[in-house]
């Protein structure tokens, strides 16, 4: 086994900041540890942290600006983050980038000064919902932007780490020729076990006026645009026809939750639907899987999907689009079950397994087994791998 190693992890996002990528580089820091590796991050100071941010002395916070048009993010400033990497007390062995934006460009930097080995995770799947956010241009410029700046920055890396196959066979699509490892961030599957989670299921249900005899759908994720959410909404008074006594609860906050509310008012589905804004993940999730009967998902975007998993780990049967990095979890129907793209047929395939009771307990049964191939551990044994390999072939190029 590698010991000792030192990693030096750079993202323009991280808590208080809550998305995937938050999320994965959180997760891995704390397995590695268990692999005897070491990780420092540096990402953005934000306006307002929480108490629960998990910063340590690991953790270096950049001065950063606002970024124009989302209110979320941060953008590091370049000379701060420089001199941040400049002062760094710890020698390191590799140099991770976790975002394609300031990071990237200093982190790339500073791992040619120091003579480092430099890897990136593509996480994101800018392409896909970059109009979203720059509405003004056209679709097709901003997509044609999108593979040419990954394929770019890609390629003056040592090696790409993809949470799925899909995302490398699209970078590949892309023209990237770096070597690509596939490594997903794995979940802390004891974390979602439903093991006595039914008092906290119970109390959930209580705290948002669900009844205990309903039926509840739960969608977990960013309110985004590109999660797609709408359709679950669009979807809805489908299955209510077939199963009346049904909810669907969104667990989550974004730019795009003012307009989910309109939109299920105007479908004239408020009474069936709760939107319970963010969840802290350790303490409040659990509870909300356990409330749950099925967990729905209908996002075209995702590079892998924690939260099906997460839902599959809880013992929840997800009904999900089978779409670019969630393929990998839906497509072998372990637990989980393709589903239409069209609200009609989607709103159909809910209600029954709604409707199905020993459908949805051997979906569980099969959910509990497969989620065990996704742990946090076994990805971080991956991981692990891909820095001893990725540093042996650095240091074979570096003259004698």
Same mark, same amino acid.
């Given at each position: 086994?590698?010991? /000792? ?19 994965s580089i ?48 941060? *953008? ?7 001199? $941040?990497?400049? =002062? ?19 982190? @790339? ?27 003004? +241009?056209?679709? %097709? $410029? +901003?997509?044609?932007? =999108?593979?040419? *700046?990954?394929? &770019?920055?890609?390629?003056? @890396? ?38 006595? !989670?039914?008092? $906290?299921? %119970?109390e959930f ?12 759908? *739960?969608?977990?994720?960013?309110? #985004? ?7 679950? +909404?669009?979807?809805?008074?489908? $299955?209510?026809?077939? #199963?009346?006594?049904?909810? +669907? ?29 963010? *969840?802290?993940?350790?303490?409040? @999730?659990? /509870? ?24 599959? =780990? ?5 009904l999900a ?17 393709? =589903? ?37 551990? #076994?990805? #971080?044994? !991956?991981?692990?791998?891909?820095? &001893?390999?990725?540093?042996? !072939? ?7």
């Open positions: 086994m590698m010991r /000792g190693m030192r990693i030096l992890m750079i993202s323009d996002v991280y808590f208080p900041r809550i998305n995937g990528v938050s999320t959180e997760t891995f820091r704390h397995a590695l540890a268990e692999q005897d590796i070491e990780v420092d991050v540096v990402a953005p100071e934000y306006p307002a942290p929480t108490p629960d941010h998990g910063d340590d002395a690991r953790v270096t916070r950049v001065p950063a600006r606002r970024v124009p048009f989302d209110p979320e993010d941060r *953008l590091m400033r370049h000379g701060a983050l420089r001199r $941040a990497l400049a =002062a760094g007390p710890r020698r390191h062995d590799l140099v991770h980038v976790q975002t394609p934006f300031a990071a990237h460009y200093a982190g @790339l930097r500073h791992a040619r000064q120091q003579r480092l080995p430099c890897v990136a995770t593509y996480h994101t799947h800018f392409e896909d919902y970059l109009h979203n956010y720059v509405p003004a +241009l056209p679709k %097709a $410029a +901003l997509r044609a932007f =999108a593979r040419n *700046l990954a394929r &770019r920055q890609c390629n003056t @890396l040592d090696a790409v780490i993809v949470p799925s196959g899909a995302m490398e066979e699209t970078l590949a699509g892309y023209g990237v020729t770096a070597p690509m490892h596939r490594v997903p961030t794995g979940i802390p599957v004891e974390h979602f076990s439903p093991a006595g !989670r039914r008092p $906290a299921g %119970a249900r209580r705290r948002f006026d669900i009844p205990a005899d309903r039926r509840v759908a *739960l969608f977990v994720g960013r309110a #985004a645009h590109e999660k797609n959410i709408g359709f679950l +909404l669009e979807a809805l008074p489908h $299955a209510l026809r077939a #199963a009346p006594g049904l909810m +669907l609860v969104i667990a989550g906050e974004g730019p795009a939750l003012p307009a989910l509310k309109r939109q299920a008012e105007a479908l004239g589905v408020t009474p069936h639907v709760r939107f319970v804004g963010y *969840l802290d993940r350790a303490r409040e @999730l659990p /509870g909300c899987y356990a409330a749950a009967d099925i967990f729905v998902f209908s996002s075209r975007t995702e590079t892998q999907g924690l939260v099906l998993l997460e839902a599959m =780990a809880a013992g929840l049967p997800v689009f089978a779409a670019l990095g969630t393929r990998e979890i839906v497509e072998p129907r372990r637990g989980a079950l393709p =589903a239409p793209q069209e609200p009609a047929a989607f709103g159909a395939a809910l209600a029954t397994l709604a409707n199905d009771a020993p459908l949805r307990r051997r979906m569980s049964e099969e959910a509990h087994v497969f989620v065990r191939e996704w742990t946090t551990e #076994a990805c #971080a044994r !991956r991981l692990a791998e891909v820095y &001893r390999d990725v540093r042996q !072939r650095h240091a074979a190029r570096q003259p004698v």
